[in-house]
């Protein structure tokens, strides 16, 4: 049994094996590999139309591939379910909040752990999302459609954790914030990361995803352009100037 854990436990916890999807004669990914190890938190660069935001709607199955593999702790997640891959442990934060904006904010939390039973652990997460996004629990019974954005921002992400993923993965979460909030979810993020959530994070911000991440990998026209430790692409001066921009 130990030897069987053991194994397990040495299985990079995501795999993407020459992962391809296409929407209709487009091909957005091609053939991409990438793994995630327990407890990493990975960013995902690329200018718009890299196929980020492809990635992650492949591994939650929002998407079906047209090639390749999805392995979750070394299963194949070919014909399994989105509502699966979130009782298996996979959080999705997707782009663009979709809070519902005429339920209250304690409603739309309620909501993000809607596969759970155990009443007195929601009540406890309800709690650790209220200390980990102070505004919520001040609006906690406003609805959800009249927060600001950064708020609705900070909802969507406590959203996602009221179902105690394993992985969370982060579609663009500091799109169209002020200067002042995304340096705040990105800290919430890395406070995160320490308590040991695995991340796999999509950001326009290269900048300030990098300086919290592992490791960072570019993508390009839907194929990996460069991965490698987080300080060693943001500290690459070509990469910088064809991607990464000012931040």
């Known amino acids: 049994m130990n030897g069987a854990a053991n194994a397990l436990e040495a299985l990079p916890l995501l795999e993407l094996r020459r ?15 990438m793994q995630v190890q327990q407890g990493e938190l990975v960013t995902l660069l690329g200018s718009n139309g890299a196929g980020k935001s492809t990635t992650l709607r492949a591994i939650s199955r929002l998407i079906s591939p047209a090639a390749g593999s999805v392995f979750w702790r070394g299963a194949d997640l070919a014909g399994v379910a989105t ?4 009782r298996l442990g996979i959080g999705h934060c997707p782009e663009g909040r979709r809070v519902l ?3 209250s904010v304690a409603a739309n939390l309620e909501l993000g752990a809607w596969i759970r039973r155990d009443r007195e652990g929601i009540a406890a997460d309800l709690e ?4 980990l996004f102070p ?11 009249s927060l600001s954005g ?20 982060l579609d663009e ?6 200067p002042k909030l995304v340096a705040e979810v990105m800290a919430t993020l890395a406070e995160l990361h320490r308590g040991g959530l695995t991340m796999l994070l999509v950001e326009q911000n290269a900048t ?4 919290i991440a592992d490791r960072g990998i570019v993508l390009e026209s839907g194929a990996i352009r460069l991965s490698g430790p987080a300080a060693e692409v943001l500290a690459d001066p070509a990469l910088r100037a064809s991607y990464l921009g000012s931040g």
Do not use: K
């Open 101 to 103: 904006g005429r339920q």
């Open 150 to 169: 950064g708020e609705q921002q900070m909802l969507a992400i406590a959203r996602a954790l009221m179902a105690r993923p394993t992985l969370l993965l």
């Open 19 to 33: 992962l391809t999807v296409r929407y209709g004669a487009v091909t957005a990914l091609r053939g991409i590999e």
């Open 208 to 211: 300030a995803a990098l300086e």
């Open 128 to 131: 650790r999302c209220y200390g």
């Open 173 to 178: 979460p500091s799109l169209g914030l002020a």
């Open 83 to 86: 509502e699966t891959t979130v």
């Open 135 to 145: 505004r919520l629990a001040e609006r906690r019974r406003q609805l959800a459609g």
